[in-house]
């Protein structure tokens, strides 16, 4: 079973920039769609964006749309979340996971998931 870690989040004043991290314990990771969500608590847990294996399309949610970067290096099994102009309504704890096939905005959808890392935003 493909084992996920997230790490990179933190506190961050408005308008500041983050980059998240998911690395992986596959060998072949540009098989695998990855994921990025987040959660509020006592909220559902919320779809950010998703990258795909070898040809690396990108999905993101319209609430990121144009501050949000994901990116992939299949060589490190790392896939990389760069969050700019950041907002104190980004606050959440962020999770990335994995899946085969497409894109999809469900997180029912994907099988493995990483611990998550907490993101602040400050006003």
């Known amino acids: 079973q493909v084992q996920l870690l997230d790490s990179g989040g933190g506190l961050v004043q408005a308008g500041g920039s983050l980059r998240l991290s998911c690395s992986a314990s596959?060998?072949?990771?540009?098989?695998?769609?990855l994921g990025w969500f987040r959660q509020v608590l006592g909220q559902e847990r919320e779809f950010v964006g998703a990258?795909?294996?070898?040809?690396?399309?990108?999905s993101y949610a319209d609430s990121v749309k144009g501050r949000f970067t994901i990116s992939r290096d299949n060589a490190k099994n790392t896939v990389y979340l760069q969050m700019n102009s950041l907002k104190p309504e980004d606050t959440a704890v962020y999770y990335c996971?994995?899946?085969?096939?497409?894109?999809?905005?469900?997180?029912?959808?994907?099988?493995?998931w990483g611990q998550g890392t907490q993101v602040t935003v400050s006003s």
């Open positions: 996971a994995l899946k085969l096939g497409g894109i999809s905005t469900r997180d029912y959808e994907y099988d493995n």
């Open positions: 596959a060998r072949t990771l540009g098989v695998y769609v």
């Open positions: 990258i795909t294996g070898a040809a690396g399309r990108t």
